[in-house]
């Protein structure tokens, strides 16, 4: 996937659309100091922009290949392309992820993103282990690089929210320990 060139598109018709979006997964990750490869592109998207993200995708030559009340995944035949996964931002927790998504540059300053904070992307990593808990081994080992790389920065509270929900706080202890 042509992360640069993808972005270019998407990130000039985000801002001409206004939609309001944040980067996520492991290209978020990567702008936080928590290295990992990825060969797709994942973003949280307010539900009530996601018309206007569908045919922004179609204009690209993407094709729907999944989509229900919580995602919409997209995938382009040009291999290029690759991959796009949107989660819809419409619960009140995900739209205040949306609010506190900041903007860092990528590609050495060519271009500026909106990212979730690490402590959003740590509550995203606790609710697919939640929601699977085969993912527990990747995801921990995920939410252990954002704190180890931003230790010193991170909002315990809002991440011990995100335990609460997802009823971790036994996670949370050991990964507040860890540090």
Same mark, same amino acid.
């Not at 959003?120 to 990747?138: C, H, M, T, W, Y």
């Given at each position: 996937m042509?992360?640069?060139?993808?972005?270019?598109?998407?990130?000039?018709?985000?801002?001409?659309?206004?939609?309001?979006?944040?980067?996520? /997964? #492991?290209?978020?990750?990567?702008?936080?100091?928590?290295?990992r $490869?990825?060969?797709? @592109?994942?973003?949280? %998207?307010?539900? !009530?922009?996601?018309?206007?993200?569908?045919?922004?995708?179609?204009?690209?030559?993407?094709?729907?290949?999944?989509?229900?009340?919580?995602?919409?995944?997209?995938?382009?035949?040009?291999?290029?392309? /690759? #991959?796009?996964?949107?989660?819809?931002?419409?619960?009140?927790? $995900?739209?205040?992820? @949306?609010?506190?998504? %900041?903007?860092? !540059?990528?590609?050495?300053?060519?271009?500026?993103?909106?990212?979730?904070?690490?402590?959003?992307?740590?509550?995203?990593?606790?609710?697919?282990?939640?929601?699977?808990?085969?993912?527990?081994?990747?995801?921990?080992?995920?939410?252990?690089?954002?704190?180890?790389?931003?230790?010193?920065?991170?909002?315990?509270?809002?991440?011990?929210q995100?335990?609460?929900?997802?009823?971790?706080?036994?996670?949370?202890?050991?990964?507040?320990?860890?540090?």
């Amino acid at each position: 996937m042509d992360f640069k060139l993808i972005l270019q598109k998407l990130l000039t018709a985000f801002e001409k659309d206004g939609i309001r979006y944040a980067l996520i /997964g #492991g290209f978020a990750m990567g702008l936080w100091g928590g290295s990992r $490869s990825t060969i797709d @592109l994942d973003f949280l %998207v307010h539900r !009530d922009d996601m018309q206007k993200v569908h045919w922004i995708m179609i204009a690209l030559g993407y094709e729907i290949h999944q989509k229900t009340e919580n995602v919409s995944q997209y995938t382009s035949p040009l291999k290029v392309f /690759g #991959g796009i996964d949107f989660i819809h931002a419409f619960r009140e927790t $995900s739209v205040e992820m @949306l609010q506190r998504a %900041v903007k860092k !540059d990528i590609f050495s300053g060519m271009l500026n993103i909106k990212t979730l904070i690490p402590e959003d992307i740590i509550g995203l990593k606790l609710q697919a282990v939640f929601n699977d808990p085969s993912r527990e081994k990747i995801d921990m080992a995920d939410i252990e690089l954002l704190i180890s790389a931003n230790k010193n920065n991170l909002d315990w509270k809002l991440i011990e929210q995100y335990c609460k929900i997802f009823k971790m706080d036994d996670i949370c202890k050991k990964l507040r320990g860890d540090l």
